[in-house]
């Protein structure tokens, strides 16, 4: 058995559903202790409570938005150069956790500070996470100006860390056939919780929309007009208006929906996406506006053949048509397509611990000063 401690960032909550897919096979045979900031650890402290697997708070980075919901880039930059003395203060403050438990391995999913505590104390480091597919895959298919973002974008993720002895890329595309990626890198499925793998498709007519944040009326218009009943989640209200039912915030009741929904509506999130493909749903994706992250999985989602992307502030009765028209062509690309990574990530991670469960003095290693010298 080995000790591993994991941490997250918090920003949205797809890096806490990832995390929680891992955990859930990791602590059959591991100890696990988390880090978590803001969303992350709400989410995750309830669902660990009282088990084997602890968990800590810790501080994170968040972008920053503009009144019109435009994820403001520059805002986001300054606002974590601001913060980062004291975001990097919590690096000292981990050194007794790793000197008491002694973890033979770090993951992290997009944060910065435990892996830094990681080179500090001389214990490797994996990453896990969608985000480095903007420095792991070539991206060649991009149009030039998803593909210039996508370059102006990867420096943000190589200051997170870029001395991980592994790096897994989770995402429901994949790099082009042929493709060339670096030795250390491993592109696997999105990482599915058995929540989502226990649930069996159905098809009860209705749509799923989700939202990080509440969608503007123009948004809410045009689901209206599919003439279906859509069942709402994230519009920061409960109810119901018209063929719109706003559902409460709830992991378990939005599984059950998506499972037997007919097609999702979402903003352009990794997780999500991969989650409705294993059900077979297809997805009308609408990145938010100024997300360029969220810009390229539309694009690549259209790609995959398994939905439409469309602007959300270009959304409206006319495209909400177009997607229903199209739908059952949509559905049928994704049927039979493999999308869990969990196998292939629980065999890696085992490799991983195995050679690196090895006896060694971690308070020594921190003395010498040594960064990422255990391999």
């Known amino acids: 058995m080995a000790t591993i401690f994991y941490s997250m960032s918090g920003e949205g909550r797809g890096h806490a559903t990832r995390v929680k897919a891992i955990v859930e096979d990791l ?3 591991h100890r696990v202790v988390l880090f978590a900031p803001e969303q992350a650890f709400e989410l ?31 805002r986001s930059l300054v606002g974590s150069l ?36 990681a080179e500090t104390m001389g214990v490797p480091y994996a990453s896990i996470d969608h985000q480095h597919f903007l420095t792991a895959f070539p991206l060649t298919e991009l149009p030039a100006k998803l593909r210039w973002r996508a370059k102006a974008m990867a420096p943000f993720v190589h200051a997170f860390h870029r001395r991980q002895i592994m790096t897994i890329v989770s995402s429901f595309f994949a790099p082009l056939p042929g493709s060339r990626i670096a030795a250390d890198v491993r592109a696997v499925g999105v ?17 799923l929309a989700y939202f990080r944040r509440a969608p ?52 352009a999130g990794n997780q999500l996406v991969g989650e409705a493909f294993h059900l077979g749903k297809p997805v009308l ?22 939905g ?7 959304l409206d009765a006319g495209r909400m048509g177009r997607f229903l028209e199209l739908v059952d062509g949509f559905r049928l690309r994704i049927e039979g397509r493999e999308s869990a990574g969990n196998p292939q990530v629980a065999q890696e991670l085992e490799e991983l611990i195995r050679r690196m469960a090895q006896p060694r003095n971690v308070r020594s290693v921190a003395r010498s000063g040594a960064v990422g010298a255990v391999r």
């Open 27 to 29: 602590r059959e045979r």
């Open 82 to 117: 601001v913060d980062l003395p004291r975001i990097f203060a919590q690096v000292e403050s981990l050194r007794p956790k790793f000197l008491l438990e002694r973890p033979d391995l770090v993951i992290t999913d997009f944060d910065p500070v435990l892996p830094r505590a």
């Open 285 to 306: 994706a609408l990145p938010e506006s100024g997300n360029w992250e969220q810009e390229i999985n539309g694009f690549q989602l259209e790609r995959t053949g398994g």
């Open 191 to 207: 990482l599915l919780g058995r929540d989502i793998l226990s649930q069996v498709p159905r098809d009860e007519g209705f749509l």
């Open 308 to 314: 439409m992307s469309v602007p959300m502030q270009r």
């Open 216 to 267: 503007s009326a123009k948004v809410l218009d045009a689901l209206a007009a599919s003439g279906r009943e859509v069942r709402i989640y994230g519009a920061g209200r409960t109810g119901r208006a018209g063929n719109l039912e706003f559902m409460s915030v709830g992991r378990d009741g939005f599984v059950k929906d998506l499972a037997g929904c007919h097609a999702l509506v979402a903003t």
């Open 44 to 74: 995750l402290a309830p669902v660990f409570s009282g088990t084997d697997v602890g968990i800590h708070r810790l501080e994170g980075l968040n972008f920053r938005y503009r009144q019109d919901g435009r994820v403001d880039y520059p």
